[in-house]
């Protein structure tokens, strides 16, 4: 659990700002390229699908946005309206990435259907099948990035960006196995493998969507964090017993923590006093948890 606990607080937070906002950034930069490259190979080729997956890179581009505006507003100070900081915004700008991917779902799932209902002729080219493999690699890595900051700073916004860059793979994977079939077989199938995509987009959007809102609505702490606090407060060889636990999440890297520790009740109160603070600080300086231990004496066993 030692690693957990690095994952949310071991990166400080004004790097942890810093962190987010270059991700968001990157994505933003990388997303408007391909926007351009596909809007532009999709209507020479006459491709619906093409441009309609240039139009949700458009979408991830406003996503990015969010999130990096999210990332912003969770760096700001602590203020006398805000005492425990504004951690919070990352987790909104999570749901609002969540929802921009049930969005790109349902826009993707109408388009294909269109397509199903009246197929539209495409002119082919060297250039649309380089673009679309070019988006799929450039997709792929950006889901493998996002992903790998995310776990690190423990981020639902980049959790959220990388799942939708892996959707970004499948939707684009679609369109180019669509227009490889079309140009062996002649078989128009972009309606069917877009809506088979959207429905799958949808249903990974629902779950982070949920998840989101779960975090802001304020979810139980995680058993593994509990047992991980527990047995690092009972290192401590006078801790007798801990009840009473409970978390406050603030948002990444922000938790207050409330604790009942048993300490023997013979012990000198000013002993017992900097054994609480020693725990209480080791908390805040290796784990950035705000630890409040209530102190309880009891007959020593």
Known sequence: MGGEAESVG??????RSQMGSSASSRGVAINLLLVAAKLVAGLLAGSVSVVADGLNNLMDAAGSIITWAGFKMAGKKADKEHPYGHGRYEYLAGLGAAVLILVIGVELGRSGIEEILRPSPIKLSPLLFGVLAASILVKAWMAVYYSR?????GSSALKAVAADSWNDVLATGAVLLSAVLYRLTGAHLDGWA???VALFILYNGWGLVRETISQLVGEAPAPELVDYICEKISRHEQVLGIHDLIVHDYGPGRRYVSAH?????DEDPMVTHDIIDAIERRFLEEDHIHLIIHYDPVPRK
């Open 10 to 15: 071991g990166v400080q937070q004004g790097v």
């Open 149 to 153: 900051i995310g776990r690190r700073m």
């Open 194 to 196: 877009a809506v088979l």
């Open 261 to 265: 520790v048993e300490m023997p009740g």
